[in-house]
Every structure is written in C-alpha cells, then in structure tokens.
C-alpha cells in the first residue's frame, strides 16, 4: 500500500472525489531553526539565496505524504519586504519565481500539486485603503500565475476584511482559490464569528476555507467545525482545510500563540508528538475535514503521522514509512531488551 497515484488531478477535483488532500508542514519555523530565515521579520529571500534549502525540506515533506507543495511565498510582498527598515536586495519577483519553481521541481517528483499564496500584509495593519493592500496581493499573483501554479491560497489572515480582499484579487487568475485565517473558535480581531467568516470568504470566491498556524491542532479543528456549521446554515458549498500549529497552547487567549513568552524561541516543550498528531488528524476527519497538513512547528515526521492515520482511507503509505514501524513496531528490532519489551 505505497505510493498509489491519484486517478485525479486539481486540487478541487481530488476533494469533490472525496481524496484526502494533505498538506506540509511549517517552513517558516523550520528553515529558522536551520538557520535560513531570520526570526521577526521572517521573510523568505532564502528561496534565492539558499535554494537547495528550500527544495530540501520540499522533499522531506513529499517522502512523509504531504502531496501539496506549498511555494515558500509567504510574508513575500514588497510592503513586507521594506517593512521595519529592512531592506533587501533581492526583489519581491526574485524571491516569489524562485518559491514557485521549487514547489513545482518538487511536486513533480511525486503526486503532488503545486500550489502558492498570499498572506496578511502590513499595508493592512497601516490602514492602507482596499485599492492599495489589493494591489499587493496582484503583484504576487502576477508571478504564480506566469508560473503557473496549481492553485492558490490566501493563509494567515487575522481580519476576514483583507482575506476577502486576497481572495478577490486571486480569484481573478480563473485557478482554484484556498482561504485559511489564523484564527480559532472566537472569530477575527474584529470579533467577527469563525461561521460568519467562512461564509464571507466562500460569498468572495473561495471553494476551500479553513484555519492554520496560532492555534494547537484541536482547537483548529473546533475553529474549522465552526466554518463549516456557518456555511452550511448560510446555504453554500465548500471544501475545508486545517493546518494548525505544532504546539500546545491551551493558555493563549483569542491572539494564539504570538501572546505567550515562549514565542519564538522556547516553543519547544510545547511540540506536539506524533501520537498527538495521529489523534489529531482523526479528528478533523472526523468533522469532514479533507485537506488536513500543518503549519508553524510541523516537521516531516508530524505529517508522516497524518498519512499513517489516513493510510486505510488514502490506499497509500508515504514512502517515508518504509524507515518507520506504525506505532513503534520498528522498536521490536532494539538492542535493549526492555525497549523490546514495550
């Protein structure tokens, strides 16, 4: 049970076949702690300066299961890019041709799509108008659609106001449109409902809606359960997604993580297990969840563990479980009689 390929191709038409769609995992974190992305502004000039990085960590994803090749476009726009008097050499086209090709090289390498998107801007957090956060967004969208990605996502969105507006403008490429905010049951900074946000997203375009990043795994699930009550009592269709953090954060407020004076740097004793994980992942399918991945935290070996749970529904086992007993059978093979006897 390896390694079996999809009888379908888009994103959208792998969901509406009822195939399990499964993300990766957290870049911005990992190439931090490998010593690629600078921690505060985290923006990713890494896909130009340290591609073999990049495409690395591309690959590690795909062996343990993930068959979406998310671009490392994220945090690159040009207002993030010069935010904060930083300054860089390398243009926001550079750094967002680069992310796409190295997703696609990659995603060609398995059965996997590729896929790239926009984030939350600063243009917004200024108080930009509509016009000014959307041309943003179009400048970006500019470089994946002449790259030709499979599909679009707008991710990490505090306010449903700019991810309507992301959603928008990338609807506008005729390519299938993902939209997951950053945030948990209570709703948006504007104290906007998590139900009432889906409804505005799926209103605007998007066929995916879903949450990541700033919340643990559960509290995602809940947060998405909410979307998916919302649409349904609104009368609309759409598929979800879940890519929550690798941590336990039950202490953080409506903010999620950023709050707690862990953040960044001593998150470690909050990671989740692979265990965890496994749980996890049922839970969202649980809920009608299909496109289930992770987000800040998220190593391979947590996305090995959302393939593994769902190997008996996918028909398929990532080629990284052939260095990995299920449930610690491999620990059969120890030196030691006691972890044997476990």
């Given amino acids: 049970m390896r390694n079996k390929p999809s009888k379908t191709t888009g994103v959208l038409e792998r969901l509406n076949a009822g195939e399990v769609v499964i993300g990766d995992g ?63 050499k390398i243009t926001v086209t550079q750094i967002n041709e680069a992310a796409c090709d190295l997703a696609k090289q990659v995603a060609g390498e398995g059965d996997a799509l590729a896929a790239a998107g926009v984030c939350q801007t600063p243009s917004y957090l200024s108080c930009k108008s509509e016009t000014d956060v959307k041309a943003v967004f179009k400048r970006q969208l500019d470089v994946f659609v002449k790259k030709n990605v499979d599909f679009l996502i707008a991710e990490y969105f505090e306010h449903v106001e700019e991810a309507v507006w992301a959603v928008e403008v990338l609807k506008t490429s005729g390519k299938p449109v ?29 066929q995916i809606v879903g949450v990541n990043c700033h919340f643990d795994p559960m509290t995602c699930v809940k947060a998405v359960k909410l979307m998916k009550e919302g649409v349904e009592k609104s009368g609309l269709k759409a598929h979800y997604m879940v890519q929550p953090l690798a941590y336990h954060v039950p202490d953080s407020t409506y903010l999620g993580y950023t709050e707690l004076p862990e953040f960044p740097f001593a998150l470690e004793p909050r990671i989740v297990t692979r265990w965890d994980v496994h749980k996890y992942t049922r839970e969202a399918y649980k809920a009608g969840i299909r496109f289930i991945g992770g987000c800040c935290g998220f190593e391979p070996y947590h996305i090995r563990a959302v393939a593994e749970e769902l190997a008996a529904e996918r028909g398929i086992m990532p080629a990284g479980s052939e260095k990995h007993g299920m449930w610690g059978a491999g620990l059969e093979m120890h030196t030691k009689p006691w972890v044997r006897a476990r």
């Fill in 26 to 88: 957290g870049f911005v974190f990992a190439l931090e702690k490998r010593g690629y992305v600078k921690a505060g502004p985290w923006t990713p000039e890494v896909t130009v300066t340290h591609p073999e990085a990049v495409r690395q960590l591309h690959r590690e994803f795909l062996r343990a299961g993930a068959n979406v090749m998310q671009a490392y476009t994220f945090y690159a726009s040009d207002d993030k890019l010069e935010n904060r008097s930083q300054t860089l």
């Fill in 178 to 206: 993902a939209a997951s905010m950053c945030i948990g049951p209570e709703g948006d900074l504007h104290g906007v409902p998590a139900g009432e946000c889906a409804v505005r997203l799926v209103k605007a375009g998007a």
